[in-house]
C-alpha cells in the first residue's frame, strides 16, 4: 500500500508571509494515462474539507492564486505565497492513484502568529 | 448549488450494526461516483469506502472490508454505509462527498457537514 507522509506537520506563520507544506508518496503518483493523482484539501476549523489543488497543480474553482502546487513522482509541494488569517487550519494531500483505495497524508496545521 | 446531507449516526455497541444515509440534491447524482471519508474526533482523514455511478465499481478501505458495505439508489439521489460489526476504533465522524466523474478516481468535492457515528458499550 501506498504510505504517505507530510512535513511538518505544524507550521505558524505570520500574516503576509510565505508557507510550505511537503508531501511525499512512498511510490509515483504517475498513472500510465498522464494524470498525477495527487490532491490538497483543507480543513477549517469546525468544517468539511475543501478541495484546493486537483493533479499537483490545479486550482479548484474558487481558491485564491496565492495557493499553488507542484511536485513530481512522489514529491509534492503547496504553497501558500502570503499566508491571510482565513488559510488557518489544517491541511491533507491525497494520493488516488491505487485502485485498492485513497489515502490522505496526516495533515499540517496552519496557525498564524 | 450541491448539497449533501448525511444521517443515521448515534451512539452503537461494540459488535452491533449501523447504517447512515446520504441525500444528494443540486446534481445529477447517477452521473458521479460517490465516497464516504471519516475522521475520528481530533484526528486526520480516512478515506472508507467509494461506488461508481451505477455500482458497477466497488472500493473499500483494508479496515473496513468485510464489516461495510456501501449502496446507492439512483431514484432516491441517495448514498448509503451499512457498517456491521462494529469496533471502538470505528468512531468517527463520516462524510459522503461527490467523485469528480463517474468512476471512483481522482477527486472528491463537495462534502456533506459530517454524522458522527460513536461506537461504545
Known amino acids: 500500500d501506498i504510505v504517505v507522509t507530510q512535513t511538518p506537520l505544524s507550521v505558524s506563520v505570520t500574516p503576509g508571509q510565505p508557507a510550505s507544506i511537503s508531501c511525499k508518496s512512498s511510490q509515483s503518483l504517475l498513472h500510465s494515462d498522464g494524470k498525477t493523482y495527487l490532491y490538497w484539501y483543507l480543513q477549517k476549523s469546525g468544517q468539511s474539507p475543501q478541495l484546493l489543488i486537483y493533479?499537483?497543480?490545479n486550482r479548484f474553482s474558487g481558491v485564491p492564486d496565492r495557493f499553488s502546487g507542484s511536485g513530481s513522482g512522489t514529491d509534492f509541494t503547496l504553497k501558500i505565497s502570503r499566508v491571510e488569517a482565513e488559510d488557518v487550519g489544517v491541511y491533507y494531500c491525497?494520493?488516488?492513484?491505487?485502485?485498492?483505495?485513497?489515502?490522505f497524508g496526516p495533515g499540517t496545521k496552519v496557525e498564524i502568529k | 448549488e450541491v448539497q449533501l446531507v448525511e444521517s443515521g449516526g448515534g451512539l452503537v455497541q461494540p459488535g452491533r450494526s449501523l447504517r447512515l444515509s446520504c441525500a444528494a440534491s443540486g446534481f445529477t447524482f447517477d452521473d458521479f461516483a460517490m465516497h464516504w471519508v471519516r475522521q475520528a474526533p481530533g484526528k486526520g482523514l480516512e478515506w472508507v469506502s467509494g461506488?461508481?455511478?451505477?455500482?458497477?465499481?466497488?472500493l473499500y478501505a483494508d479496515s473496513v472490508k468485510g464489516r461495510f458495505t456501501i449502496s446507492r439508489d439512483n431514484a432516491k439521489n441517495s448514498l448509503y454505509l451499512q457498517m456491521n460489526s462494529l469496533r471502538a476504533e470505528d468512531t468517527a465522524f463520516y462524510y459522503c462527498?461527490?467523485?469528480?466523474?463517474?468512476?471512483?478516481?481522482?477527486?472528491?468535492?463537495?462534502w456533506g457537514q459530517g454524522t458522527l457515528v460513536t461506537v461504545s458499550s
Open positions: 462527498t461527490k467523485n469528480w466523474g463517474y468512476n471512483p478516481s481522482g477527486w472528491f468535492d463537495p
Open positions: 493533479e499537483v497543480s
Open positions: 491525497l494520493q488516488s492513484i491505487q485502485l485498492r483505495g485513497f489515502t
Open positions: 461506488i461508481s455511478w451505477n455500482s458497477g465499481s466497488i
